[in-house]
């Protein structure tokens, strides 16, 4: 055997527990004989929302759901099964209402998933579930944005659920993301790339930055989920209004309530966009007929160079009608958009067999799914590939220039508030964890995250997301090192350590920056004290001094990940 069938799955499957009676057999009904078609001997399926958006009242309906599915005939011969799911809602800090369900035909000898805790491979011959709090459970990483990446919005369930797998020879990462909203079409609309698009990309690049340096083995990885891309609705309304009368609809008493429409010359309202509506006067016309809809799909852009996705033939997932009869039908409360996908690295792509057909497409396009039709990719992937690595080295000992993978990584500008303890100390990785400087650790155990600028996740209610920093406001989160301070500690760097990412010629050349901005700031404020100026002057002064501490800060934090 060359190669092996997979099916992997993305399913928000937040609707059907909302209407378990009839939305739960339609939903399986679908999914079972989409299994029974396709044939393939390993099926991954990733949900979100699980237990639905009313998870108090209705993730007792989750065991059913599970239960439905592992009895089917269509999944008899699957005997090894690995069931995870994320359901201990009294656990704000954790819950992600996310899934995992891993099926293995009987004909597959040679399976086995990575034990996070003990750093090596178990062999999986049995099924067994778990359920409820999971947060001990060895063999899967999870991992919820915490509160301090949105800290004036309500508590959002975002996050990853990670498993490793070793295939008939084969090693690859399975990942099961959700990511944020866009809380209002009138805030999406005015810009793009909007605030919860650059949001979105945030996340993406912090979870994907935190798989490649989390001293595991950089394997190749499927990210499957709802990754909430929206289209460039400036872009898509700009094409469905040209010629069109503009008016909005302003309502004093709530803002919320703020409407803006779109008439012809014979003042027919063609389309109306509100927070939650996007209503065209012909709708299941206009996007049914999606082809012109494509070019406004530009999320999956900015990872171009880390991920890559076969060609979309199908029609955006989100958001379909969640009543039975139409189920065929989007609501007019989005603007349609591809927010479920299967992306997966330049590395898996080396381990698919490309002689053999995929399939990536929609599940359920005339069934009622519920308001995210789940969307579905089946390979085939190579035997006894091993471990086919993004990179040919060990961590941080690469030149940018000559390394792909790392270039991108090493391209990433992250807002840096400060530093958390990047590697996750829950865990016991098989690898020397990356050194970084003490000064710069924010004393917040065991996040294993970069503190960003703050998200707005799908729960708040609205709020607008926070405006960027005054640079002369003094932030107590930010550390207290002077220009003077940050200069000397890079210079000791680099007299001790060797730096394979950063030059020494372009180290020089920032020094030398960071050197005169220093001297002026210290001219400045001594010509400022002298002649006792007004307060802008000393403002000026000030933002000159903030960016050489800012310059300096970067270069130390780059130096210390590297060093």
């Known amino acids: 055997m060359n190669s092996v069938s997979i099916l992997l799955v993305t399913a ?55 239960d439905h599915l592992c009895s089917s005939s269509e999944l008899q011969q699957f005997n090894k099964v690995r069931i995870y799911l994320d359901e201990d809602y009294t656990s704000v800090e954790n819950f992600t209402a996310l899934g995992n369900l891993y099926f293995i035909h009987n ?20 099924t067994q579930t778990f359920s409820g709090n999971i947060e001990a459970v060895d063999t899967i990483e999870k991992a919820k944005f915490p509160q301090h990446f949105f800290p004036e919005c309500k508590w959002s369930r ?64 499927f990210v499957f989920g709802d990754f909430n891309f929206r289209t460039d609705n400036e872009g898509v309304i ?16 709530n803002n919320d309530q703020t409407k803006i429409h ?38 999956s852009e900015a990872f171009a160079n880390i991920l890559t996705e076969y060609p979309i033939t199908f029609a955006p997932s989100y958001p379909f009608e969640e009543t039975i009869a139409k189920g065929a039908n989007y609501m007019p409360t989005r603007c349609p958009a591809w927010c479920d996908r299967v992306l997966f690295s330049h590395s898996a792509q080396k381990i698919i067999d490309e002689m053999q057909s995929h399939d ?70 098989s690898s020397t964890d990356v050194s970084i400087d003490s000064s710069l650790l924010h004393d917040r155990a065991n996040k294993g995250m970069l503190t960003l600028e703050p998200y707005t996740p799908e729960s708040s209610n609205s709020r607008t997301p926070l405006p960027e920093e005054d640079e002369t406001r003094e932030d107590s989160r930010r550390s207290s090192l002077l220009a003077t301070e940050l200069k000397s500690k890079l210079e000791n760097i680099i007299s001790t350590k060797e730096f394979p990412l950063i030059s020494r010629a372009y180290v020089d050349d920032e020094l ?22 007004s307060k802008a002057q000393l403002k000026s002064s000030d933002r000159i001094s903030n960016r050489g501490k800012k310059k300096g800060r970067r270069m130390y934090l780059k130096c210390c990940s590297v060093a």
């Open 12 to 66: 928000n499957v937040g609707s059907i527990f909302e209407e378990p009676n009839e939305m739960l057999k339609l939903w399986t009904e679908e999914f079972l004989s989409k299994i029974a078609n396709l044939d393939s001997k390993f099926i991954a399926l990733h949900c979100q929302e699980v237990g639905g958006k009313n998870y108090e009242n209705s993730m007792k309906h989750v065991k059913r759901f599970v």
């Open 107 to 126: 004909s597959i000898k040679e399976v086995l998933i990575w034990d996070f805790k003990k750093a090596e491979f178990i062999a999986v011959e049995d």
């Open 158 to 221: 975002k996050g990853f659920m990670r498993t490793r797998w070793l295939l008939c020879g084969t090693v690859f990462d399975l990942v099961n993301l959700h990511l944020f909203h866009d809380a209002s079409n009138l805030v999406s609309m005015s810009s793009y790339p909007s605030v919860y698009c650059r949001n979105r990309q945030r996340a993406l690049e912090h979870t994907l930055y935190r798989f490649h340096n989390d001293g595991l083995e950089n394997v190749p990885y």
């Open 238 to 253: 700009k094409q469905l209004t040209s010629g069109l009368t503009k008016t909005r609809v302003q309502n004093i008493k």
């Open 262 to 299: 779109y008439n012809s010359e014979d003042d027919d309202l063609i389309l109306t966009v509100g927070k939650k509506e996007f209503n065209h006067s012909d709708h299941a016309r206009v996007f049914l007929n999606y082809d012109w809809l494509k070019k406004f799909d530009k999320e």
């Open 360 to 429: 990536y497409d929609l599940l359920g396009l005339n069934t009622c799914m519920g308001d995210h039709k789940p969307v579905f990719l089946r390979v085939s992937l190579r035997t006894y590939a091993g471990i086919v690595k993004c990179c040919d080295h060990a961590l941080f000992v690469c030149l940018p220039d000559t390394c792909r993978c790392c270039r991108n990584f090493a391209s990433y500008t992250i807002n840096v508030v400060d530093m958390s303890d990047y590697i996750n100390s829950n865990v016991n990785r």
């Open 512 to 533: 030398r920056q960071l050197s005169g901005m220093v001297e002026a700031s210290s001219r400045r404020s001594s010509e400022e004290s002298k002649s006792n100026c």
